[in-house]
Every structure is written in structure tokens, then in C-alpha cells.
């Protein structure tokens, strides 16, 4: 069992930035591929970007240039720095893993982008 906790969303005015973090319960090594995805209100649920083992990432066309994926082995985290942000980018955003034994979701930090 593997537990994710997000943190660093809130409320940001256009062009601004944030960085979200999302700490694991244990050492991140073994797993696949760490990402974020993002829900918006009557929306389903997207990937935004996603860093396998290989460190190969990707991300969904809408954020390339604006955000960046990043692993930490040494504190077991996974962050997303974003900028230039949009009101578009308002979402509730969930951390993922995936591992050998399954995959797990954190519970979800707030991102509102609004003047």
C-alpha cells in the first residue's frame, strides 16, 4: 500500500505560478511512473504529465512549456512546478503512482486561477 499527500495548491492570479509536491509513504524507486492529473468541475479526469523510471516525461498539450514534472528519490516526492497559469487551469489536482503491485491516488489539492 503506498499513501500519496499532495500539497501546495491554492489560489494564484493569472501568469502567476505554483508548485505542488506530492510526498509518497515509501521510497519511490520501484515505482513505473509518478504523474499529476487534474479534475475540473463537469469534467473528467485528465493526465497532465507523468515521468516514468527512465525519466522520460509527457504532458498533455494544454501545459507544455508552462509546466514541469520533477522526481525526487532522496525525499521520495514528486512536484509539478506550473507557470504562466491560466484560469483554464483550474482543476482539483491528483498526484499518481503506479507500481508493480497496483496504482494509487492522493486525495487531491485545489488549484484556482482567478483575478
Known amino acids: 500500500q503506498v499513501q500519496l499527500v499532495e500539497s501546495g495548491g491554492g489560489l494564484v492570479q493569472p501568469g502567476g505560478s505554483l508548485r505542488l509536491s506530492c510526498a509518497a509513504s515509501r521510497s519511490i524507486l520501484s515505482f513505473s511512473t509518478m504523474g499529476w492529473y487534474r479534475q475540473a468541475p463537469g469534467s473528467e479526469r485528465e493526465l497532465v504529465a507523468s515521468?516514468?523510471?527512465?525519466?522520460?516525461?509527457t504532458y498533455a498539450d494544454s501545459v507544455k512549456g508552462r509546466f514541469t514534472i520533477s522526481r525526487n528519490y532522496a525525499n521520495n516526492t514528486v512536484s509539478l512546478q506550473m507557470n504562466s497559469l491560466k484560469p483554464e487551469d483550474t482543476a482539483v489536482y491528483y498526484c499518481?503512482?503506479?507500481?508493480?503491485?497496483?496504482?494509487?491516488w492522493g486525495q487531491g489539492t485545489q488549484v484556482t486561477v482567478a483575478s
Open positions: 499518481h503512482s503506479r507500481t508493480l503491485l497496483g496504482q494509487y
Open positions: 515521468i516514468r523510471s527512465g525519466a522520460d516525461t
